[in-house]
């Protein structure tokens, strides 16, 4: 079965340093998104990609957090410098192409966060 | 905007059932979703709502009263697998064909022999 793949799956870095996650979609979902889930809190969404476009960065921090997404592939979200608020679960999901059964994320395994 | 309520912790004994409640403001609505979580992992999928009444998939089935606001999700047979965090989500009305997710805090379900 296909799955989203993230990595890595655990990271420790310290304040004002940088910090890159990765996520590849199930092949064929053309909408991906990323979330922050802070522990004991809901998923929070932080911005959408369909295909290599962004169509919903609203709730992203754009000072220090940015994505890109530059095939319609695979994606990268990036926290630069990280703040100690930034511990958390990031999240990435897929979703098939509109038309299909679209309205079903799946989620990848997560990145879990810590910065001290 | 959303607004979603749903009860922070249930306990529940194992082979019972238990019934977790969501309410939600929103200004618009697509459809109603419950996600599992186990802990430290993923949400998994469980159910969608669009229309009002019940959808019964095994031992899990969710209703949706879209005039009140309400949702439950309705557990049967309860395993000690079952202990996780159920998610409450809602989709806004699609913009420009894009859909997306609104999560609750989540309902963590502790079930014990």
């Known amino acids: 079965e296909a799955e989203v793949a993230q990595s890595p799956r655990y990271k420790i870095t310290e304040k004002s340093q940088a910090v890159a996650f990765w996520c590849d979609p199930i092949?064929?979902?053309?909408?991906l998104y990323w979330y922050r889930q802070i522990l004991g809190q809901g998923p929070e969404l932080l911005v959408q990609?369909?295909?290599?476009?962004?169509?919903?960065d609203s709730q992203l921090p754009k000072d220090r957090f940015s994505a890109e997404r530059l095939k319609g592939v695979d994606s990268t979200l990036k926290i630069q410098p990280a703040e100690l608020g930034d511990s958390a679960m990031y999240l990435c999901?897929?979703?098939?192409?509109?038309?299909?059964?679209?309205?079903?994320?799946?989620f990848g395994p997560g990145t879990r966060l810590t910065v001290t | 905007g959303q607004n979603i309520d749903q009860p922070t912790e249930m306990t529940a004994t194992e082979g019972a059932i238990v019934q977790i409640n969501c309410t939600y403001q929103?200004?618009?609505?697509?459809?109603l979703f419950w996600y599992q979580q186990h802990a430290g992992e993923a949400p998994t999928f469980l159910s969608y709502?669009?229309?009002?009444g019940l959808e019964e998939k095994g031992r899990f089935s969710s209703f949706l009263s879209r005039s009140k606001g309400y949702s439950y999700l309705l557990l049967k047979e309860l395993q000690m697998k079952d202990s996780a965090s159920y998610l409450c989500?809602?989709?806004?009305?699609?913009?420009?064909?894009?859909?997306?997710?609104?999560f609750g805090a989540g309902t963590r379900l502790a079930v014990h022999p």
């Open positions: 999901a897929s979703s098939p192409p509109s038309g299909t059964a679209s309205y079903e994320q799946y």
């Open positions: 092949s064929g979902h053309a909408t």
């Open positions: 990609f369909q295909d290599e476009s962004v169509v919903d």
């Open positions: 929103t200004s618009g609505f697509n459809g």
């Open positions: 709502n669009v229309l009002d």
């Open positions: 989500a809602v989709s806004p009305p699609f913009s420009g064909g894009y859909n997306k997710l609104i």
